[in-house]
């Protein structure tokens, strides 16, 4: 019979949807703005609160980047850019 580790059993408990995403390490920036790498089971909570905002930081510059990507193809597609035309010539078309 196996046992479960610590980490499964956390990962039942949380549930199917969020568990099966939980981190068995996690990062988040220390006191001096280092990033530490550390393994969850031997985090403290305060350290978890720490992650997730990193995590966040991360998901909010994502967030940006596809928002950046998405108004520039609707620029190219609005001034009749094709699917293969390159950025250069994008650019030239639409700053005319």
């Avoid at 609160?49 to 596809?66: C, G």
């Avoid at 001034?79 to 030239?92: E, F, Y």
């Amino acid at each position: 019979m196996k046992t479960s580790t610590l980490h499964q059993v956390l990962q039942k408990k949380i549930g199917s949807v969020y568990g099966d995403s939980l981190p068995t390490t996690i990062k988040f920036q220390d006191r001096a703005g280092d990033i530490i790498d550390k393994e969850l089971v031997d985090t403290t909570l305060d350290e978890v609160a720490f992650a997730m905002q990193l995590l966040q930081a991360e998901s909010s510059a994502i967030h940006a980047r596809r928002g950046a990507l998405e108004r520039l193809y609707n620029l190219a597609r609005e001034h009749r850019c094709l699917g293969s035309d390159t950025v250069n010539l994008i650019a030239a078309e639409v700053t005319k």
